[in-house]
């Protein structure tokens, strides 16, 4: 085939991917709207599209400082602390200015880490030493002799009382949260020994989102130039090194390692070589997006890289790959990394390259599936894969976007990520796994994968399979149009499973039932993952009985009902002061009108659960169609509280009815169940324990480790 005829296929190969990704979507798009109308009604479908709709807030745009001169030293104050966790360490030599501006950041930025400051003189001969000591709250220290750029931070970190040590270029101005986030890193990541702040030119332009370096010892800095905003820069990221402008390490890890290394003196490869000494002893080092530091580079050492000290930089690369040669051999190569490749090569110790699609971000606080999806992208960060994740909608949700990418996620929105089908054509060739959730999302996702990830497994993960609740809730109402609708449904994910590598499901029943109704496919069980919390009071500390569920998902808002209006009452009539508590979020107004029943406070959306789930004698989970495994469930059950339930709401649970839970079918029993574990201590413990063992036993992380490494392989 010719040049001309390639270029016009591939072009044409485009074409169609994006019409057929297009119609999909749509197709999807109006069958869910057409099954939402007959379970929601007109308004009920119309509150739910504004709210996957609505405008959502876009990461806030960078506040600088302002550089100018003129800063009088007497009046920054700076944070004092007896007891200090960290201590940040400014080496100085000249450029006063410059430090008058380090200074007043650190005075006016908000951080609620306390710290203590240090600044050490190198022999400044302008009037550092005369200006310095006079400001409030710094420890300054003047070196007898110059010393150099590593020498003098020894000097100072020799002095340091903290537990953390933080270095700091006198050239930088920080942000916000700067301190805080850098050091909270160490306590939300695992085996961490180094962590380095995103480095930002005063015009706003990335310098550094953490740095690779190559085999042959070169360096580069991630981003340089580009936008900071980008979602390729916002998250917590394992590198090869961060510069020593703005990082932190424990105290006495870096006193272990004898401090910066003086092979490398005065400067220049001390801070890479500390990176490749931290993880030689077994730890991690990590960027930190959330520490934003303005660095006026330059201004310390200069650009030129042929005089002064900045020619060091050429000369200790050469010490640097001498050293570290062996280990360098598995990094990446600089003569074949194209600029295509640099995405994969920034995160190059990552056993595999893992997309993740859903049709909106996780809220784990809102519903049970947005914590198990938490909890299996957290899952695969721990195993050492590289996890990108976007929503169909493509939308930054506040709180729930960032926290993915502190979990370390890259997350994908609008307008970073406009058309998904360009994002395949340049990533999916790097991809080994797509993990899509929902039917009415995977079959978006198809042919894409298949044309442009040809080497990527392919998951289809139910969440819970949609035919079969849709069936249970046509049987229900006795509605043969609602039981069509099933039919169609249960057509299009069974179509879908055979177009798949897997399909995950979270219950050994839907897996038994896909083995009558997809003979051949390939079915794996990755079920809900929870934490243990234990049980933290006893039955004599706890009072009332709650219900919780995000009012969305149409079983919910008919379990709530039904409970409130026909079990509820036939309590009431045995403990009348007993509290029915309903608890979730997006609530219809037949939910919320059930908070004027005597008896019943509905509370909506609530930020802490815990203080009910700790505080209420028992939970019930009335649910009378549905499918999957109830997160409500097994969250009741990992803190330790005693649950009544349908058949249905345990349904794949393996529980033992008596022993891990109580279970009933009609109002009489339910009620009676309800009486008899609130009254009764001996059975309450008995179900609170089993619960727990249950819990651990099947719905654990070790659980759900195991389910995604066979997956992986």
Same mark, same amino acid.
């Given at each position: ?9 591939r ?6 991917? &994006? $019409? ?12 869910r ?17 504004r ?10 745009p960078?506040?600088l ?7 009088d ?7 004092v602390?007896?007891?200090?966790t ?8 000249n ?65 340091a ?16 949260g700067w301190?805080d986030?850098?050091? =909270?890193t160490?306590?939300?990541?695992? =085996?961490v ?12 332009r990335?310098?550094?989102a ?5 085999? +042959? ?6 981003? &340089? ?29 870096f ?5 910066f290394?003086a ?8 801070d890479?070589d500390?990176?490749m000494?931290?993880?030689?002893? #077994? ?29 060091y ?9 001498a ?14 990394t194209?600029?295509q490749?640099i ?9 595999r ?13 809102? +519903? ?25 909608n ?16 890259e ?13 395949f ?12 959730? &929902?039917h ?7 042919d ?8 990527a ?6 969440? =819970? ?12 109402a ?23 590598d ?9 897996k038994?039932?896909?083995?009558? =109704?997809?003979?051949g !496919? ?12 234990g049980?933290?009071r006893?039955f004599?500390?706890r009072?009332? $009985? ?6 969305q ?7 709530a ?16 002061e007993?509290?029915f508590?309903?608890?979730?979020s997006?609530?219809p ?11 019943v406070v ?9 203080p009910?789930?700790?505080?209420? &004698? ?7 169609? #549905?499918?999957?495994?109830k997160?409500? *469930? ?10 009544v339930?349908?058949?249905?709401? *345990?349904?794949?649970?393996?529980a033992?009815?008596g022993?891990?839970v109580?279970?009933a ?6 009620? !009676?169940?309800?009486i ?28 759900a480790?195991?389910a995604l490494r066979?997956?992986?392989?």
């Amino acid at each position: 085939m010719t040049r001309p005829l390639r270029y016009a296929s591939r072009l044409a190969g485009k074409f169609v991917s &994006r $019409i057929r990704f297009r119609a999909q979507r749509l197709v999807n798009a109006w069958c869910r709207a057409l099954i939402s109308l007959r379970s929601r009604g007109l308004r009920g479908t119309w509150h739910r599209l504004r709210q996957e709709l609505r405008p959502v807030p876009q990461v806030a745009p960078m506040v600088l400082p302002d550089a100018g001169g003129g800063i009088d030293a007497g009046d920054i104050a700076l944070p004092v602390s007896d007891t200090p966790t960290v201590s940040i360490v400014i080496p100085v030599y000249n450029h006063l200015d410059a430090t008058l501006v380090c200074l007043r950041s650190l005075a006016q930025t908000t951080n609620a880490t306390a710290h203590e400051i240090i600044v050490v003189d190198d022999c400044s001969s302008d009037e550092t030493a005369a200006v310095l000591p006079v400001i409030a709250g710094l420890r300054y220290q003047r070196n007898a002799r110059n010393l150099g750029f590593i020498g003098a931070c020894n000097a100072a970190a020799a002095n340091a009382r903290g537990d953390y040590v933080v270095f700091l270029n006198n050239d930088t101005a920080v942000q916000d949260g700067w301190l805080d986030a850098l050091i =909270d890193t160490f306590d939300e990541h695992r =085996d961490v020994g180094l962590v380095g702040a995103k480095l930002v030119y005063p015009d706003g332009r990335l310098q550094e989102a953490g740095g690779i370096v190559f085999s +042959d010892g070169s360096g580069w800095n991630y981003g &340089r130039f580009d936008d900071p905003a980008k979602p390729e820069y916002n998250f917590v990221r394992e590198v090869d090194y961060c510069s020593g402008a703005a990082i932190a390490l424990p105290t006495a890890l870096f006193r272990r390692f004898g401090g910066f290394d003086a092979h490398y003196a005065p400067a220049y490869y001390e801070d890479t070589d500390l990176a490749m000494k931290v993880r030689q002893a #077994g730890l991690r080092v990590l960027y930190q997006p959330a520490s934003v530091v303005v660095h006026f580079e330059g201004i310390s050492s200069g650009t030129d890289t042929s005089s002064g000290t900045k020619r060091y930089q050429v000369v200790n690369k050469e010490k640097f790959f001498a050293r570290w040669k062996d280990a360098l051999a598995s990094h990446p190569d600089p003569a074949r990394t194209a600029p295509q490749d640099i995405v994969k090569a920034r995160q190059h110790r990552a056993r595999r390259q893992v997309l993740v699609i859903d049709a909106t971000t996780p809220q784990p606080d809102h +519903d049970s599936g947005s914590v198990r999806l938490c909890n299996i992208l957290r899952l695969l960060r721990e195993d050492g894969h590289a996890v990108t994740f976007f929503a169909d909608n493509r939308a930054w949700v506040e709180r729930y976007t960032p926290a993915l990418q502190q979990m370390g996620v890259e997350v994908l929105w609008h307008p970073h990520l406009c058309d998904p089908v360009s994002w395949f054509e340049h990533n999916g060739a790097r991809l080994d796994l797509v993990f899509v959730s &929902r039917h009415y999302i995977a079959s978006n996702y198809v042919d894409l994968v298949r044309r442009h990830a040809p080497r990527a497994t392919l998951a289809f993960d139910t969440v =819970d399979l949609h035919y079969l609740r849709e069936q249970r809730a046509a049987e229900l109402a006795g509605s043969s149009e609602m039981a069509r609708t099933a039919e169609k449904t249960r057509e299009q994910e069974l179509r879908l499973i055979r177009e798949c590598d897997v399909t995950l499901v979270v219950s050994p029943v839907e897996k038994e039932l896909l083995a009558k =109704d997809a003979p051949g !496919a390939r079915v794996e069980v990755l079920s809900n993952v929870h934490e243990i919390f234990g049980r933290r009071r006893d039955f004599s500390e706890r009072a009332d $009985i709650m219900f919780i569920g995000g009012y969305q998902h149409p079983p919910n808002v008919d379990a709530a009902v039904w409970f409130a209006t026909q079990i509820l009452p036939r309590v009431h009539a045995e403990i009348p002061e007993l509290v029915f508590h309903l608890i979730g979020s997006k609530a219809p107004a037949e939910v919320r009108a059930l908070g004027e029943l005597p008896g019943v406070v509905f509370h909506g959306f609530v930020e802490d659960i815990e203080p009910f789930l700790d505080g209420c &004698r028992l939970a019930v989970a009335p649910l009378r169609y #549905g499918a999957g495994v109830k997160g409500k *469930v097994n969250m009741s059950m990992s803190y330790g509280q005693p649950v009544v339930a349908t058949p249905v709401a *345990v349904e794949g649970m393996y529980a033992e009815p008596g022993r891990e839970v109580l279970v009933a079918e009609t109002p009489e029993a339910f009620a !009676a169940q309800v009486i008899r574990a609130y009254r009764d201590p001996e059975l309450w413990t008995r179900l609170s324990d089993g619960g727990l063992a249950n819990v651990a036993r099947h719905f654990s992380f070790d659980s759900a480790r195991d389910a995604l490494r066979r997956l992986l392989g």
